[in-house]
């Protein structure tokens, strides 16, 4: 593990999940989309919400939500077709119209198919599913940031992060690649005291669909070969899958392990075991 990174020349960081591993904020966010669905489905609401938690539904992280069809869809990360499909009570698509529904290879739009990538995804397809519209989403969105950043939350820092990190950027560029606005991603990172520890931050990334543009210009701003670059972060669709493909080493944070066995892919419970 540790020599995928000592070895590298550029460490590409996520930072939702990754520089923080902290969830409550994800319940915070379906607390208040709860709110704005209708009194009568409320229960049942956040009932589906904990059973994504859980595994015990069809959407989970790692999948993709299909917006038109309401469907949780299965999809190989690497090839990018539809392997199953899934209703909201678990029934499966029959396997002629699987074919026909999903012909190719799948492409994340922000509009019908939406990657769920990380916890921030949950809450969001359950709003969808129970009618809330993208308005509703977003301003309860933006609360959940707004609480990030007050006195009533706070986040845990991973031990020896900071030091780790100092050491590496020694020798060693290091970038932060996230889908979070700036102003966040600049408190955050005060509030994790890892503010100044980065070469370069690029935020507002939009991964996945951009994540092989956003890693094309990073390798090329530090001419950097791509296996000398290792993506680093806690979402597979969005940060390991991609930079595979573009021959990057991956360090892939997965509290559960992975299936998946891949030469430049390594997994790790928590950050801190990565250095």
């Given at each position: 593990?540790?020599?995928i990174v000592?070895?590298?020349?550029?460490l590409?960081?996520?930072?939702d999940?990754?520089?923080?591993e902290?969830?409550?904020?994800?319940?915070?966010?379906c607390?208040l989309?709860?709110?704005?669905?209708?009194?009568?489905i409320?229960?049942e609401?956040?009932r589906?919400?904990?059973?994504?938690k859980k595994?015990?539904?069809?959407?989970?992280?790692?999948?993709?939500?299909?917006l038109k069809?309401?469907?949780?869809?299965t999809v190989?990360?690497l090839t990018?077709?539809?392997?199953?499909a899934?209703?909201?009570?678990?029934?499966?698509?029959?396997?002629d119209?699987?074919k026909k529904e999903?012909p190719?290879e799948l492409v994340?739009?922000?509009e019908r198919?939406?990657?769920?990538?990380?916890?921030?995804?949950?809450?969001?397809?359950?709003a969808?599913?129970?009618?809330?519209?993208q308005?509703?989403?977003?301003?309860a969105?933006n609360?959940?940031?707004?609480?990030?950043v007050s006195?009533?939350f706070?986040?845990?820092k991973?031990?020896?992060?900071?030091e780790?990190?100092?050491?590496l950027k020694?020798?060693k560029?290091?970038?932060?690649?996230?889908?979070?606005?700036?102003?966040?991603v600049?408190?955050?990172?005060?509030?994790?005291?890892?503010?100044g520890l980065?070469h370069?931050i690029?935020?507002?990334?939009?991964?996945?669909?951009?994540?092989?543009?956003?890693?094309s210009?990073i390798?090329?701003?530090w001419?950097?070969?791509?296996?000398k670059?290792?993506?680093i972060?806690d979402?597979f669709?969005?940060?390991i899958a991609p930079?595979?493909l573009?021959?990057?080493?991956?360090?892939?944070?997965?509290?559960?392990g992975?299936?998946?066995?891949?030469d430049?892919?390594r997994?790790?419970?928590?950050l801190a075991?990565?250095f």
């Amino acid at each position: 593990m540790r020599d995928i990174v000592e070895n590298s020349e550029l460490l590409i960081f996520d930072l939702d999940g990754t520089l923080y591993e902290d969830t409550d904020h994800f319940d915070y966010y379906c607390r208040l989309l709860q709110q704005r669905a209708d009194h009568g489905i409320q229960e049942e609401f956040y009932r589906s919400y904990e059973k994504m938690k859980k595994g015990l539904h069809p959407v989970a992280v790692g999948k993709v939500y299909d917006l038109k069809l309401d469907m949780a869809i299965t999809v190989d990360p690497l090839t990018l077709q539809v392997t199953a499909a899934h209703h909201w009570d678990g029934s499966s698509m029959e396997e002629d119209t699987l074919k026909k529904e999903y012909p190719g290879e799948l492409v994340y739009d922000f509009e019908r198919f939406i990657a769920i990538g990380d916890g921030w995804w949950l809450p969001y397809v359950t709003a969808m599913h129970f009618g809330l519209t993208q308005q509703d989403t977003w301003d309860a969105y933006n609360a959940t940031k707004l609480y990030m950043v007050s006195d009533e939350f706070s986040l845990s820092k991973t031990p020896g992060l900071k030091e780790s990190m100092k050491r590496l950027k020694k020798d060693k560029y290091l970038v932060l690649m996230t889908n979070s606005e700036e102003d966040d991603v600049l408190r955050l990172l005060k509030e994790l005291d890892l503010d100044g520890l980065f070469h370069a931050i690029y935020p507002s990334s939009q991964k996945p669909v951009k994540t092989k543009e956003v890693l094309s210009e990073i390798l090329a701003k530090w001419k950097i070969a791509p296996e000398k670059a290792v993506s680093i972060g806690d979402n597979f669709i969005n940060e390991i899958a991609p930079a595979l493909l573009m021959g990057l080493n991956t360090v892939y944070i997965q509290p559960h392990g992975y299936h998946l066995q891949h030469d430049n892919l390594r997994v790790v419970p928590t950050l801190a075991d990565a250095f």
